[in-house]
């Protein structure tokens, strides 16, 4: 499954990884409409979120993204402006098995106490978009795949964090 082999290659990345669960159902879309705020903080210094978008709905999720972008990029509030700066976008090549296009959120650095719900940022910044924004959203939305966050172990693109402990 070549998928899979892209979904893995990337988890790589995080070396020291927990699974979150309870993070990733707060992004489903059944629970963007709600009046209760849902809330998705992350823990260590990296996080890979993936999800499966459907595929005659990648634009629309891109066209999201985008607005997420102009959220963060042009927010007042400078956590937000940080979050910006760590947080990339991956789409995978090969479709999943059942025709979903899976793309993988690479959070790093994660900003310690930041609020990582997408509607949620969208909602706070763009309060007169929420209706068109929650459309498009659920329309392109299939499910969460997976949740991982943990603290990069060691960084091969410097030399100095190569040695194990034990080892200099």
């Known amino acids: 499954m070549l998928w899979m082999r892209n979904v893995m290659g990337v988890a790589a990345v995080c070396v020291a990884v927990t699974t979150s669960a309870s993070g990733v159902s707060a992004q489903t879309p059944a629970g963007a409409e709600s009046t209760k705020k849902s809330t998705l903080t992350l823990s260590g210094n990296t996080a890979l979120w993936s999800m499966a978008i459907r595929a005659d709905q990648t634009a629309a999720f891109?066209?999201?993204?985008?607005?997420?972008?102009?959220?963060?990029?042009?927010s007042e509030n400078p956590m937000r402006r940080e979050q910006a700066h760590g947080w990339?976008?991956?789409?995978?090549?090969?479709?999943?098995?059942?025709?979903?296009?899976?793309?993988?959120?690479?959070?790093?650095?994660?900003?310690?106490?930041?609020?990582?719900?997408?509607?949620?940022?969208?909602?706070?910044?763009?309060?007169?978009?929420?209706?068109?924004?929650?459309?498009?959203?659920?329309?392109?939305?299939?499910?969460?795949?997976?949740?991982?966050?943990?603290?990069?172990?060691?960084?091969?693109?410097?030399p100095e964090s190569l040695a194990a402990p034990g080892l200099r």
């Open 62 to 74: 891109e066209t999201i993204m985008t607005r997420l972008r102009d959220a963060l990029t042009k």
């Open 88 to 158: 990339s976008v991956v789409r995978l090549e090969t479709p999943l098995p059942d025709g979903a296009i899976a793309y993988v959120h690479v959070i790093r650095p994660v900003v310690a106490g930041a609020d990582y719900s997408i509607m949620q940022i969208l909602y706070d910044e763009f309060p007169d978009e929420r209706q068109e924004l929650y459309a498009l959203y659920r329309g392109a939305f299939d499910r969460n795949l997976s949740l991982v966050t943990g603290t990069v172990a060691i960084n091969l693109g410097q």
